[in-house]
Every structure is written in C-alpha cells, then in structure tokens.
C-alpha cells in the first residue's frame, strides 16, 4: 500500500520558519544572558523573578508567575533556588496561610544590584548586530507577535502596573 503523496519541507523552508526562528533567538539570548551573569550565577528567570520582587515585594507566588508569563511550576522552582542562596524570602500571606509572600532579602538586593551592569551588557551584546532602527523595530514587531497572540500562551501574562 503506498502512502499518499505529500510535499517534502525543504531545510531552507524550516530555517526560516518563525518559530525555528523564535526558538533559536531565545537559545542565543538565554546563553548571552548566562555568559555575562556566569559569575553571578544567575539565569534570566532568577533575574526576572528578581527584578519584579524588586518591584513588588511581598508579591505571591501565583502573581509573580503571572507577571513573567511563567507557570506556577517554573517559578516555584526558580524561587527554590533563589531561596537555597538566600537571595528571597518566603511567608504565609497574612489572612491566608496557603499562600506565600515573596520578597528579596538584603543578599538578594545586593545581587540584584551587582546584576545590573551584565544583563544590560548581555541585552547589548544580543542586539549589537543591528543598528538602532532594527532593535527598535524588533522589539515593537515582538510586542505586537506577542500581544495579539497572547490568547494562545499556555501561561497567562499579566503585567504589573507600576505603582
């Protein structure tokens, strides 16, 4: 019985599909970012989870999830590791002992702070091969990719409103 007939994807199709595309810019920015916080031992998503808590101390869990478009899982792990370095604290939510609060400790701000200068370093390092125009223009063509698709994300992203 021979099977029906179908168009073979050329490699050069592949390479050029968006989501090859999106895939391989996130390995190339995730090994960016953890070249340049290599002596800090720090990842994106710790850095994410930081610099939020930096921003909203006391957040919970299910928030802080929220707010890096993270499920509930990756961020309980990320937040283990953090907590074993002792850079955040966690406690029970007055009035609801089922929730955590979580907060940056005193080591953690310190880090945070130390952070600052190799993660801009890193997001300079990933756009240096475009000029100005082009970072520009990726960043407004990944925010709208990003914003009208977002009904489709596996994990809700709500964005904290500045206080």
Same mark, same amino acid.
């Given at each position: 019985?021979?099977?029906?007939?179908f168009?073979?994807?050329?490699l050069a199709?592949?390479?050029?599909?968006?989501?090859?595309l999106?895939?391989r810019a996130h390995?190339?920015?995730a090994?960016v970012f953890?070249?340049?916080?290599a002596p800090?031992?720090?990842?994106?998503?710790?850095?994410g989870?930081?610099?939020?808590l930096?921003t909203?101390?006391?957040l919970?869990?299910t928030?802080l999830?929220?707010?890096?478009?993270?499920?509930?899982v990756?961020?309980?792990?990320?937040?283990?590791?953090l907590q074993?370095?002792?850079?955040?604290?966690r406690?029970? !939510? #007055?009035?609801?002992? &089922? $929730? @955590?609060?979580?907060? /940056?400790?005193?080591?953690?701000?310190? =880090?945070?702070?130390? +952070?600052?200068?190799?993660?801009?370093a890193a997001?300079q390092?990933?756009l240096?091969?475009? !000029? #100005?125009?082009?970072q &520009? $223009? @990726?960043?407004?063509l /990944?925010t709208?990719?990003?914003?009208g =698709?977002?009904?489709? +994300?596996?994990?809700?992203?709500?964005?904290?409103?500045?206080?």
């Amino acid at each position: 019985m021979n099977a029906a007939p179908f168009a073979v994807e050329t490699l050069a199709q592949l390479y050029a599909r968006p989501g090859f595309l999106l895939r391989r810019a996130h390995q190339i920015s995730a090994a960016v970012f953890e070249d340049a916080c290599a002596p800090l031992a720090l990842t994106q998503a710790q850095y994410g989870a930081m610099t939020v808590l930096a921003t909203a101390p006391g957040l919970d869990q299910t928030r802080l999830a929220r707010a890096l478009a993270y499920d509930k899982v990756t961020v309980m792990r990320v937040l283990r590791g953090l907590q074993a370095r002792g850079l955040v604290e966690r406690a029970p !939510v #007055p009035g609801n002992a &089922r $929730q @955590l609060a979580v907060q /940056l400790s005193v080591a953690g701000h310190d =880090l945070l702070a130390q +952070a600052q200068a190799a993660a801009q370093a890193a997001y300079q390092r990933l756009l240096q091969p475009l !000029v #100005p125009e082009q970072q &520009r $223009q @990726l960043v407004q063509l /990944l925010t709208l990719l990003t914003d009208g =698709l977002s009904h489709e +994300a596996r994990a809700p992203f709500v964005p904290l409103v500045p206080a």
